[in-house]
């Protein structure tokens, strides 16, 4: 049986890696960014997708350098506290800010999944009830994950492979309509560099979700090999896919629908310009994936936040599991906070959130990188690149809110306290226990 076990465990070859890679990035993030980009630098859209996929290429390149030195499925959390050992503060720290990152990105997929439903009905095509429907399909994903991890296993491989299939099927359809004259002229008197660089900046989060690969080392063949084609390959195709995806749309659906419709960018115009069906497949693919990325996240997540706790980081009981495997109290945690975000916040703060802390936690990875780059055999000059690219990314989008929204900036700056203030508790009660 064991032999068995361990043969099975190495059956992931490189197709089922990219799959997955790309069942974490292909999720809400293209429906949820094109009406916000689109507001901000028009029919630049495409260019500041493809920035923000080079910046995802470079924050990659730390994560395979950092998997293969450590040859640890823990990804993010592991990797830092395996490069600063003897600081409890930065494990904490990071800990706190790649789940909460998770979870900004769970409420994000909720609330883009019900934003295309509602749209669709005028009776509950409302603020309201699009936060309540949220909350209703993150409690179903949840129910899901805590009765079955195989039925949830089963419907992530058909969510992932259908929703690729659809979401290409409706770029076709979106270009079989389309105008290319409506993308005259690519810059307008909004698409400024600065403007463009920080579109690239808030579009990385539709990035997130390639170092879900990393997790699954141990089960993967040739790890060496199939780690760094896994990792790149699935953010060519996402990037190639969203850049499709953005000049399809742009060459239909005028930018006044885009905008006004922002929280349902793709759909406002489909029935219109694409007819019935067109309409259905628009909203199906927006439901598949975003159904696809809640139900993976959650997945993936609550298993991190349960390991951090059983570190000491986050309250012990969140790591205890039922059937030996399942972490019902960090799936129910997760989900709770992930409404609770939703509800408070709208669209733009969710995802600049997100898109700040992934930010933020690929900085200090490549920061990580940079300090194991002989041990990682890394290029020098790569690893400053990819450091000072995040950090400008960084500073763009803190800037961009900051000047924009005032509010929104305050919201965030107040999370961020606040779980500086839990990392930092966590790490002095995980100190004084080791004492």
């Known amino acids: 049986m064991d032999n068995l076990t361990r043969k099975r465990k190495k059956d992931l070859q490189l ?7 790309l069942g974490g990035m292909v999720g ?11 507001e901000i630098i028009g029919n630049a859209t495409p260019i500041a997708i493809i920035i923000g996929g080079i910046l995802a290429f470079f924050a990659a390149y730390s994560y395979v350098k950092l998997a293969l030195l450590y040859k640890d499925e ?6 830092f506290k395996k490069t600063f050992p003897n600081s409890k503060l930065f ?4 800990g706190w800010l790649i789940v909460f990152g998770y979870i900004s990105t769970l409420a994000l997929y909720s609330f883009t999944f019900s934003s295309y439903f509602c749209s669709q009905f005028a009776i509950i095509n409302h603020p309201l009830w699009q936060k309540i429907m949220a909350g209703v399909i993150i409690s179903i994903f949840s129910i899901i994950n805590l009765v079955s991890v195989k039925g949830m296993g089963q419907i992530e491989d058909v969510l992932v492979y259908s929703k690729i299939i659809i979401l290409l099927f409706i770029s076709g359809l979106l270009a079989g309509k389309g105008d290319i004259q ?6 307008e008197s909004q698409s400024t560099l600065m403007n463009i660089l920080i579109v690239s900046a808030i579009t990385f989060v539709s990035y997130e979700g390639f170092q879900l690969v990393i997790h699954a080392y141990n089960e993967m063949d040739e790890p060496h090999k199939n780690i760094p084609k896994a990792i790149y390959i699935s953010i060519g195709i996402a990037t190639l896919l969203y850049v499709t995806l953005a000049i399809s749309a742009l060459s239909v659906i005028p930018k006044e629908a885009i905008i006004a419709d922002k929280e ?46 059983n570190d000491g980081y986050f309250p012990k009981t969140l790591g205890s599991k039922i059937k030996t495997y399942i972490p019902h109290k960090a799936i129910i945690t997760m989900s709770l906070l992930a ?26 990875m ?26 400008v990314a960084a500073l763009l989008i803190v800037y961009f809110e900051f000047t924009e929204n005032k509010e929104q900036f305050m919201y965030i700056l107040i999370i961020y306290i606040l779980l500086g203030i839990g990392a930092t508790l966590y790490s002095k009660k995980n100190k004084n226990i080791a004492q």
């Open 366 to 391: 490549a920061f990580s990188n940079y300090k194991k780059r002989k041990e990682t055999n890394s290029s020098a000059l790569f690893t400053i690149s990819a450091v000072v690219g995040l950090l």
């Open 91 to 94: 494990a904490s720290i990071i």
């Open 264 to 309: 349902y960018a793709l759909a406002a115009g489909a029935k219109k310009y694409l007819g019935g069906f067109g309409q259905f497949i628009v909203i199906f693919g927006a439901l598949l994936a975003t159904s696809s990325a809640i139900s993976g996240t959650l997945f993936g997540a609550s298993r991190l936040m349960a390991v951090i706790a």
């Open 339 to 364: 409404f609770i975000l939703l509800a408070t916040g709208g669209l733009e703060v969710i995802l600049e959130f997100g898109s700040i802390t992934f930010i933020i936690v690929s900085l200090l």
């Open 74 to 79: 823990g990804a993010t959390y592991s990797f």
């Open 28 to 38: 809400g993030g293209i429906f949820s960014i094109l009406g916000i980009s689109t």
């Open 15 to 21: 197709g089922e890696l990219i799959a997955i890679a």
């Open 182 to 187: 409506n993308l005259c002229p690519v810059f």
